[in-house]
C-alpha cells in the first residue's frame, strides 16, 4: 500500500474544475477525453513525443513534450498502450508524487502476468497509480454515455488519489464505481475483452435446442411422410417447422428461468441451511436467468409473428379453397363442434394472456424500469406474475394437443409430437414448485431462509 501524502486534494473545488489535466497520448480516445474535460471547464494540455506533428487535438488544447507536459499537472491520464511504457522512467523525477490515471486495455484476456496498472506501478513506484476510464469508448466520450456506458470502474492503492479520479469522472456526468485496491485492475481490465459473459450459456443452449427440435421435427413431418407416402413436405422446413421450435424454445427457457431456483429450494430443505454455498453451476444458472427469459422473449415474439402470416401462406389458401370446393360439389358441410370452438377460443386465449404477461417481464427487467420500482414489487413481477406467465404458457400448449395429446395416432416412428416433449421440464417445475408451497414444506423453506438450521450446533457453554 503507497503511502498518502497531502499535497493530493481529497475533493475538487471551483478552481480545481478549472484548473489543468494532462493527457499523454493524442489517439482518438486521448483526443476524445480532452475534448470532453474542456467542455467540463478543464484546461487541458497533452503530452507527446512529437508535438509539431499533432494535428486533430481539440481547440483550446495546449501540446507539449512529454517532460513539460506532466510539470504542468499533479494528475496525468495515460492514453497509451502497455508496450509504449517504457520512456516512462526517463521522467521518474518528474512523475513522482503525481496521479497516473491508467486506461489501457490489451488485446487479449490475461495477456500478461500481471494487470498494466500493477506493471506501471512497479516501472514508477513514487507515482499515485489509478485505474479508471478503460471501459468507457472515445464514441461514448464524443457521443454522451447512456445507461450502463457511464460506469467508470476505478481502482488504487492511494485513496485520495483514486478520489481525486472519481471527482473528474463526477464532473464528466459519468458514474464512478470504487473496486478497491490496484489487485482489482485485471478484472477491470479484462472486462471490455468480455463477449457477452452472461449471455453464453442463454445463446448456447437456445442454439441447441433450436437445432434438436427443428431436427426432430423434420424426421417427424418431412422424412416419415415421404418414406411412407411418399409426400415431399420439405415445404414445411421455411414456416411450419420453425412455428413449432420458437414456441418449444420460448416455454422450455421460460421453465428453465425458473428451475434452478426450484433446485435451490430443494438443496436447502435437504442441507437444513441457507449458510451452505450451491453449486457453482447452479449460481452461474442463477445468474443467467434475467438472460434465458430475455431470450424466451424473443422466441416468443418470432412465434407470434411465424402465425400471423399463416393466413398468407400459399399452402395453407390452397387447402382451404380445396376443402370449400370439395364441399361444395359434394353439397356438404363439416357440422359445428361446441366443444372444438371451446378448445380452439381457449387456445388462443391463453396464448394472447401468456404473451401479454411474458412481454410484462421483459419490460420490468429492464434496468429504467427495475430501478423505478421497489423489491418487494419487482419480486412480485418477476416471481408471482412469472409463474403465472408459465402456467398460462403452458396451458396453451396443452389445450394446443387437445384430446391427441397422448393418443397413438400422433407417434411417427414411436417419436411423440415435438410439444409433448416440450411440456416435460415446464410440467416438472409447475409440480414442485406446487409442492413447495404446501403449508407444511413452505413453512420450513421460510424459517431455513430467515437464519434457522436443522442441525444447529449446541453452544460451547452447555
Not at 294 to 322: C, D, E, M, S
Not at 332 to 349: C, G
Request: charge should be positive.
Amino acid at each position: 500500500m503507497e503511502k498518502t501524502t497531502d499535497t493530493i486534494p481529497l475533493t475538487m473545488n471551483s478552481s480545481e474544475e478549472q484548473g489543468t489535466v494532462c493527457i499523454f497520448g493524442t489517439g482518438d480516445f486521448g483526443r476524445s477525453l480532452g475534448l470532453k474535460m474542456l467542455h467540463c471547464g478543464y484546461s487541458v494540455v497533452f503530452g507527446s513525443r512529437n508535438p509539431q506533428k499533432s494535428s486533430l487535438l481539440p481547440k483550446g488544447a495546449e501540446v507539449l513534450s512529454y517532460s513539460e507536459a506532466a510539470q504542468k499537472s499533479d494528475i496525468i491520464f495515460l492514453t497509451i498502450h502497455r508496450e509504449h511504457y517504457d520512456f516512462l522512467t526517463e521522467l521518474t523525477g518528474v512523475l513522482n508524487g503525481k496521479i497516473l490515471v491508467d486506461v489501457s486495455n490489451n488485446l487479449k484476456i490475461n495477456q500478461y502476468p500481471e494487470s498494466n496498472a500493477e506493471y506501471l506501478a512497479q516501472l514508477l513506484p513514487g507515482a499515485h497509480v489509478v485505474k479508471a476510464f478503460n471501459t468507457i469508448s472515445a464514441w461514448a466520450l464524443q457521443s454522451g454515455a447512456l445507461d450502463a456506458s457511464r460506469q467508470v470502474f476505478v481502482c488504487g492503492n492511494n485513496n485520495k488519489a483514486k478520489q481525486r479520479v472519481m471527482d473528474i469522472v463526477r464532473t464528466l456526468g459519468l458514474t464512478p464505481l470504487d473496486q478497491g485496491s490496484l489487485k482489482a485492475a485485471s478484472e477491470i481490465e479484462n472486462y471490455p475483452l468480455q463477449l457477452f459473459p452472461m449471455w453464453k450459456f442463454p445463446f448456447y443452449l437456445s442454439a441447441v435446442l433450436c437445432v434438436f427440435f427443428f431436427f426432430y421435427c423434420v424426421v417427424r413431418e418431412v422424412i416419415y411422410p415421404y418414406v411412407y407416402e411418399n409426400k415431399d413436405n420439405t415445404f414445411r422446413m421455411a414456416i411450419s417447422i420453425p412455428n413449432r421450435v420458437f414456441p418449444i424454445a420460448a416455454l422450455t427457457l421460460l421453465a428453465l428461468v425458473y428451475l434452478p431456483g426450484v433446485i435451490a429450494a430443494i438443496l436447502q430443505l435437504y442441507r437444513g441451511t441457507k449458510y451452505r454455498r450451491f453449486p457453482d453451476w447452479l449460481d452461474h444458472w442463477m445468474l443467467c436467468r434475467k438472460q434465458l427469459g430475455l431470450v424466451a422473449l424473443g422466441f416468443a415474439f418470432l412465434h407470434v409473428l411465424y402465425t400471423l402470416v399463416i393466413p398468407i401462406r400459399y399452402y395453407v389458401r390452397w387447402r382451404l379453397g380445396n376443402q370449400t370446393t370439395t364441399q361444395a360439389i359434394s353439397k356438404k358441410e363439416n357440422p359445428f363442434s361446441t366443444s372444438s370452438a371451446w378448445l380452439s377460443d381457449s387456445y388462443v386465449s391463453l396464448g394472447i394472456l401468456g404473451f401479454f404477461l411474458f412481454v410484462l417481464l421483459g419490460i420490468t427487467s429492464l434496468p429504467s424500469v427495475s430501478n423505478a420500482v421497489n423489491w418487494r414489487e419487482f419480486r412480485f413481477v418477476q416471481s408471482k406474475l412469472g409463474y403465472l406467465t408459465l402456467i398460462f404458457c403452458t396451458a396453451h400448449t396443452l389445450i394446443y394437443g387437445g384430446k391427441k395429446f397422448l393418443s397413438p395416432s400422433i407417434l411417427r416412428w414411436c417419436l411423440p409430437s415435438a410439444y409433448v416433449i416440450a411440456l416435460i421440464i415446464p410440467c416438472t417445475v409447475l409440480v414442485l414448485k406446487f409442492i413447495l408451497i404446501l403449508p407444511c414444506v413452505n413453512k420450513t423453506l421460510t424459517r431455513i431462509r430467515q437464519g434457522w438450521e436443522r442441525h444447529s450446533k449446541v453452544s460451547n457453554w452447555h
